[in-house]
């Protein structure tokens, strides 16, 4: 029996991350990465965290041959854990066709070249997915509310593929896990979230502001129904959530799993961003300077998970407290600061 996982966008943030607690748990990590919205760099991040260079190919999931070719090449794979995709909001909002055809035609292609497979595969969905719940915190069975963008649509429509596949009958287990915030970095400080350009998420930016990067952090928004006027999210340690996709595998390992499930992972708890923001100078000692703009387009007021059915029935909970969150967070900023990749 292979220990072979494939590990598509494994050069990404989530993706790196998981790639060393599969290590950490004796799978062989086949990374694959188009590079086009990662660093190669972060290969030699790995290598140093791992003691040894993990296999890696640059490989475009979008060119169907490339793809065929390398399920060829790479047979004998026990699962796939499927990162590799555009994922941010703004953007997709501005270049729809961007999203729609890497997002969908990875997938399928990915899908189809193993299709004859009994494989394990892992879905790298998202809370985007549930919109603005109507009940807090919402449930895996909360209904899935119209995408607030085209970036959100590619996750529920992928998640739509996912089950329409294994309902027609395939060899493929699947499980999709609906990540809320992931934030925060390994607590070797080297690899966390590479943000390319301007952060467009909150704690990146937090801790470019900190570095002296920006010159203020903008809290989008304080007249929301919260205790405080900002927004609320389920923030997560990237190294819970990376955890958690090590314990998805080893679910869909048993006999006793068939076909396809959901389950969230978050905290449990919701965080508002004014929250973040003395979290992050409490764990760190560094004073925040930021101002209240108008609220983000797009945005949702206030999401959290209901992890029950995590807990439950995947076996997984998460463990890292907020303040480690944004400790692990900066730790990361100062070290790209003194070794920019
Ligand atoms: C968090 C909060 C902002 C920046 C993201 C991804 C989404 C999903 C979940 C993967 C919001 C506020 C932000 C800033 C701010 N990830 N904010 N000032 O939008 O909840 O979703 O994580 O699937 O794909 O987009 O995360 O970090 O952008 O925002 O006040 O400079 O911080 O308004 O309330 P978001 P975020």
């Known amino acids: 029996m292979s220990n072979k996982i494939l590990v598509t966008g494994g050069l990404g943030f989530i993706g790196s991350h998981t790639v060393v607690e599969l290590v950490n748990a004796g799978y062989e990590p086949i990374i694959v990465d188009d590079l086009s919205n990662s660093n190669i760099k972060i290969l030699d991040q790995l290598t140093t965290i791992l003691g040894f260079k993990?296999?890696?190919?640059?490989?475009?999931?979008?060119?169907?041959?490339?793809?065929?070719?390398?399920?060829?090449?790479?047979?004998?794979?026990?699962?796939?854990?499927?990162?590799?995709?555009?994922?941010?909001?703004?953007?997709?909002?501005?270049?729809?066709?961007k999203y729609y055809r890497n997002n969908f035609y990875s997938l399928i292609?990915?899908?189809?070249a193993y299709y004859s497979k009994p494989l394990n595969f892992v879905f790298s969905s998202s809370c985007t997915v549930y919109g603005?719940?109507?009940?807090?915190?919402?449930?895996?069975?909360?209904?899935?509310?119209?995408?607030?963008?085209?970036?959100?649509?590619?996750?529920?429509?992928?998640?739509?593929?996912?089950?329409?596949?294994?309902a027609s009958g395939t060899n493929y287990?699947?499980?999709?896990?609906?990540?809320?915030?992931?934030?925060?970095?390994?607590?070797?400080?080297?690899?966390?979230?590479?943000?390319?350009?301007?952060?467009?998420?909150?704690?990146?930016?937090?801790?470019?502001?900190?570095?002296?990067?920006?010159?203020?952090?903008?809290?989008?928004?304080?007249?929301?129904?919260?205790?405080?006027?900002?927004?609320?999210?389920?923030?997560?340690?990237?190294?819970?959530?990376?955890?958690?996709?090590?314990?998805?595998?080893?679910?869909?390992?048993?006999?006793?799993?068939?076909?396809?499930?959901?389950?969230?992972?978050?905290?449990?708890?919701?965080?508002?961003?004014?929250?973040?923001?003395?979290?992050?100078?409490?764990?760190?000692?560094?004073?925040?300077?930021?101002?209240i703009g108008p609220a983000r387009e797009g945005d949702v007021e206030q999401v959290w998970g209901d992890v029950t059915k995590s807990a439950n029935v995947l076996g997984w909970r998460a463990e890292l407290s907020l303040d480690t969150m944004m400790a692990s967070a900066w730790e990361w900023e100062k070290y790209l600061n003194q070794n920019p990749l």
Do not use: W
């Open 109 to 112: 292609n990915l899908l189809n």
């Open 173 to 291: 287990k699947v499980i999709s896990l609906r990540y809320f915030n992931p934030v925060g970095a390994h607590e070797s400080a080297l690899i966390g979230e590479l943000p390319i350009g301007v952060p467009q998420n909150l704690v990146p930016f937090i801790t470019q502001t900190a570095s002296g990067k920006r010159e203020k952090l903008t809290v989008f928004g304080d007249k929301y129904n919260t205790p405080d006027g900002s927004a609320v999210r389920d923030y997560i340690h990237v190294v819970d959530l990376a955890k958690a996709h090590v314990i998805a595998l080893k679910l869909m390992e048993k006999d006793s799993f068939s076909g396809y499930d959901v389950f969230n992972l978050g905290t449990g708890n919701g965080s508002s961003v004014l929250e973040v923001i003395h979290a992050f100078e409490s764990a760190t000692g560094v004073k925040l300077p930021y101002q």
């Open 54 to 97: 993990p296999v890696f190919h640059q490989i475009d999931l979008c060119d169907e041959a490339a793809v065929i070719n390398m399920a060829t090449a790479i047979p004998d794979l026990s699962g796939i854990i499927h990162f590799a995709a555009f994922k941010a909001v703004g953007e997709s909002v501005k270049l729809p066709l």
């Open 132 to 166: 603005q719940p109507d009940q807090l915190p919402v449930t895996e069975d909360a209904p899935v509310k119209p995408a607030q963008s085209p970036y959100g649509n590619t996750k529920q429509i992928a998640e739509e593929i996912l089950t329409d596949m294994v």
